[in-house]
């Protein structure tokens, strides 16, 4: 029988230990480093030059409209310290889609499985509601990171007297605090 070299041995028994904190490693999904092409830490003037015409100063924030998939969003950007921490979507009730509470939650599901394809993570979706008889209702979606990036999805139902309603929808993408 041949004998294995101490040190052999040792570096075998280190790289199998290791091994499990690779794949763990290698499992865990990519951090949003921003949206678009906006990215944590950018800074202001790097936004707006990004934006052109499309975007103006709003506050301490940058602001600009988009669409995604047939929708129409307000985009903040917000800074600390010079730098963009995060960017939020929202959708105005105004121009929200009118619908019932059914298809308002399905939407919500297909921007969080967009999400979830997109990152290769699922979220913790919260759901709850507020008042009698007809009922505003919040769904929230959290997805966090190993980075303490997240991104949470929101929408919220709104009913109105002649029985449908409206479907109010906010996406943020936030750096880690």
């Not at 830490?41 to 790097?46: C, H, K, N, R, Y």
């Not at 921007?111 to 209702?137: K, M, Q």
């Not at 769904?139 to 109105?160: D, H, Y």
């Amino acid at each position: 029988m041949t004998s294995t070299p101490i040190g052999l041995r040792r570096a075998v028994v280190l790289l199998l230990g290791a091994l499990p904190a690779t794949v763990a490693l290698a499992a865990e999904p990519s951090p949003p480093e921003g949206w678009r092409q906006f990215r944590f830490g950018m800074s202001p003037e790097a936004a707006l030059a990004e934006l052109g015409d499309a975007g103006e100063r709003y506050g301490g924030s940058i602001r600009s409209a988009v669409d995604i998939d047939g929708e129409r969003y307000l985009v903040l950007m917000n800074f600390r310290g010079g730098r963009l921490h995060d960017v939020f979507l929202k959708s105005s009730l105004d121009r929200a889609r009118a619908g019932t509470d059914p298809l308002c939650a399905a939407y919500h599901r297909r921007v969080v499985g967009e999400l979830a394809a997109n990152y290769g993570r699922e979220g913790e979706t919260e759901r709850s509601s507020l008042g009698d008889g007809a009922r505003y209702v919040f769904t929230r979606t959290r997805m966090l990171f190993a980075n303490g990036t997240r991104i949470v999805a929101e929408t919220k139902f709104v009913p109105s007297l002649e029985g449908n309603g409206l479907c109010d929808s906010s996406l943020s993408y936030q750096d880690a605090d």
